[in-house]
């Protein structure tokens, strides 16, 4: 264990470059007291490992010095081979680039661990997009994760539900993320940070002119934040329903995870149905989403969701009982 704690030091330093002894405690989950003993047992073995005092200061590595560690665990060499996006990687213009590292990996491993990486390249695959969608075509993606590598201006055309539809703007692009199969650009615009659904962008091309990234700014970080952000957002009512028990049964693949979250949680009995509240987008989509379900749910409240359940119930029956 504390051998494996001193390769972790000797690499966090190598890649992230001067740390203090708290920052190495806090990556590392020790005591200071451990980290001082580790940087001693370090320099012990010859490792070229300096220390600076003061608010400034921290351990690091002499200029140069790169540690030639090749060792992998068996669980460190099959999650490589798990972690690789073939498909992704591909998309990005990478598909070479990850294939060709892989077999360099496969040819520097020993036999034995060779065998199992391949047992779990094998055993283990990846499909990104959800059922029933197709994989979105974007165009302009390697194009876009150009400027994303090289933070470069990006000036985009892009399509957008609300008026005016085409908009052209000048982004600064901060990053990629893949969801559900689907690319989304998280850019920089004249006031704030936004998310561009890639497969929309109908045109676009580098500028010349670079831009400095916001200090301190995560993308994963920020992507959690604004998926939280949309979900609050995104309910603006509440509707009260009864659900037959074959409809609450079924009601978790008729709606989102968040309404069938609310609905579990508000259930109660109500001769032999049950009565639940949840949240809405809107009463037009709500009608959509519980008219899917038939005669296995009833409307309670709103009284203008009612209503417009029941105008397209008499609108259907006038079609089929004619």
Same mark, same amino acid.
């Not at 504390?2 to 966090?12: E, F, K, N």
């Not at 351990?59 to 073939?86: K, V, W």
């Given at each position: 264990?504390?051998?494996?704690?001193?390769?972790?030091?000797?690499?966090?330093?190598? =890649?992230?470059?001067?740390? =203090?002894?708290?920052?190495?405690?806090?990556? @590392?989950?020790?005591?200071?007291?451990?980290?001082?003993?580790?940087?001693?047992?370090?320099?012990?073995?010859?490792?070229?490992?300096?220390?600076?005092?003061?608010?400034?200061?921290?351990?690091?590595?002499?200029?140069?010095?790169?540690?030639?560690?090749?060792?992998?665990?068996?669980?460190?060499?099959?999650?490589?081979?798990?972690?690789? @996006?073939?498909?992704?990687?591909?998309?990005?213009?990478?598909?070479?680039?990850?294939?060709?590292?892989? @077999?360099?990996?496969?040819?520097?491993?020993?036999?034995?661990?060779?065998?199992?990486?391949?047992?779990?390249?094998? *055993?283990?695959?990846?499909?990104?997009? %959800?059922?029933?969608?197709?994989?979105?075509?974007?165009?302009? @993606?390697?194009?876009?994760?150009?400027?994303?590598?090289?933070? &470069?201006?990006?000036?985009?055309?892009?399509?957008?539900?609300?008026?005016?539809?085409?908009? =052209?703007?000048?982004?600064?692009?901060?990053?990629?993320?893949?969801?559900?199969?689907?690319?989304?650009?998280? %850019?920089?615009?004249?006031?704030?940070?936004?998310?561009?659904?890639?497969?929309?962008?109908?045109?676009?091309?580098?500028?010349?002119?670079?831009?400095?990234?916001?200090?301190?700014?995560?993308?994963?970080?920020?992507?959690?934040?604004?998926?939280?952000?949309?979900?609050?957002?995104?309910?603006?009512?509440?509707?009260?329903? &009864?659900?037959?028990?074959?409809?609450?049964?079924?009601?978790?693949?008729?709606?989102?995870?968040?309404?069938? &979250?609310?609905?579990?949680?508000?259930?109660?009995?109500?001769?032999?149905?049950?009565?639940?509240?949840?949240?809405?987008?809107?009463?037009?989509?709500?009608?959509?989403?519980?008219? *899917?379900?038939?005669?296995?749910?009833?409307?309670?409240?709103?009284?203008?969701? &009612?209503?417009?359940?029941?105008?397209?119930?008499?609108?259907? %029956?006038?079609?089929?009982?004619?």
């Amino acid at each position: 264990m504390r051998a494996s704690r001193l390769v972790s030091l000797l690499l966090l330093l190598q =890649t992230k470059g001067r740390m =203090t002894a708290q920052a190495l405690a806090d990556e @590392l989950e020790v005591s200071v007291r451990t980290i001082y003993r580790d940087v001693e047992s370090l320099h012990a073995a010859g490792v070229p490992l300096y220390g600076d005092a003061g608010p400034a200061g921290g351990y690091q590595l002499l200029d140069g010095y790169r540690t030639r560690l090749t060792g992998l665990t068996e669980q460190e060499a099959e999650s490589l081979f798990l972690a690789g @996006l073939p498909g992704p990687a591909a998309e990005l213009g990478l598909g070479d680039a990850v294939s060709a590292a892989q @077999l360099k990996l496969m040819a520097a491993l020993p036999s034995p661990m060779r065998d199992r990486a391949s047992h779990m390249a094998k *055993r283990f695959h990846l499909d990104a997009p %959800a059922w029933y969608y197709d994989p979105e075509r974007s165009p302009f @993606l390697e194009l876009v994760a150009d400027a994303v590598w090289r933070s &470069r201006l990006l000036e985009v055309s892009y399509r957008r539900w609300q008026a005016p539809e085409e908009v =052209t703007r000048v982004l600064r692009p901060l990053g990629l993320v893949l969801k559900a199969g689907r690319w989304y650009l998280v %850019a920089q615009g004249s006031s704030r940070i936004s998310t561009y659904r890639v497969s929309q962008i109908q045109a676009a091309s580098v500028l010349d002119e670079s831009f400095e990234r916001p200090a301190g700014f995560d993308l994963a970080a920020h992507w959690t934040a604004s998926l939280e952000d949309f979900q609050a957002r995104q309910y603006t009512g509440e509707a009260v329903i &009864r659900l037959s028990p074959r409809g609450f049964e079924s009601l978790s693949s008729n709606v989102l995870p968040a309404v069938a &979250r609310a609905a579990e949680e508000s259930a109660v009995d109500d001769d032999g149905w049950v009565r639940v509240t949840i949240p809405i987008e809107s009463v037009g989509h709500a009608t959509g989403m519980l008219l *899917r379900m038939g005669g296995d749910v009833e409307v309670l409240a709103p009284d203008e969701l &009612r209503d417009q359940v029941t105008a397209v119930v008499r609108k259907l %029956a006038s079609l089929y009982l004619s």
